[in-house]
Nanobody, 122 residues
Framework: QVQLVESGGGLVQAGGSLRLSCAAS????????MGWYRQAPGNQRDLVAD???????NYADSVKGRFSISTDKPKNTVYLQMNSLKPEDTAVYYC????????????????WGQGTQVTVSS
């Protein structure tokens, strides 16, 4: 079983910064990619940023130049540095990992964290 545990959410004023962390643990064989989605009330869950095991990053247009994704591979942890936050960034942020588990390493699966709330006040 694999668990993803997020931390770092909270309340911040517009223009401020937050850093989200997500650590994957458990029966991990390898990780193909990790990333972040977000979901505001009444909206669908949208990709914010992701990063492959090779270090290739991808960002939503709305966060380019403000957010930065990185990983600590030995710790199976992904970070999202969020700067110049705007009220429209308010959402629940979900971490995900596309990975292979030790008991089924031929199959890639997607595992999700429980979500962390980010609220940006104007």
């Amino acid at each position: 079983q694999v668990q993803l545990v997020e931390s770092g959410g909270g309340l911040v004023q517009a223009g401020g910064s937050l850093r989200l962390s997500c650590a994957a643990s458990g029966s991990i064989f390898s990780i193909n990619a990790m990333g972040w989605y977000r979901q505001a009330p009444g909206n669908q869950r949208d990709l914010v940023a992701d990063i492959t095991s090779g270090g290739v990053t991808n960002y939503a247009d709305s966060v380019k130049g403000r957010f930065s994704i990185s990983t600590d591979k030995p710790k199976n942890t992904v970070y999202l540095q969020m700067n110049s936050l705007k009220p429209e960034d308010t959402a629940v942020y979900y971490c995900y990992a596309n990975l292979r588990e030790k008991d089924s390493w031929l199959i890639s699966r997607v595992r999700w964290g429980q979500g962390t709330q980010v609220t940006v006040s104007s």
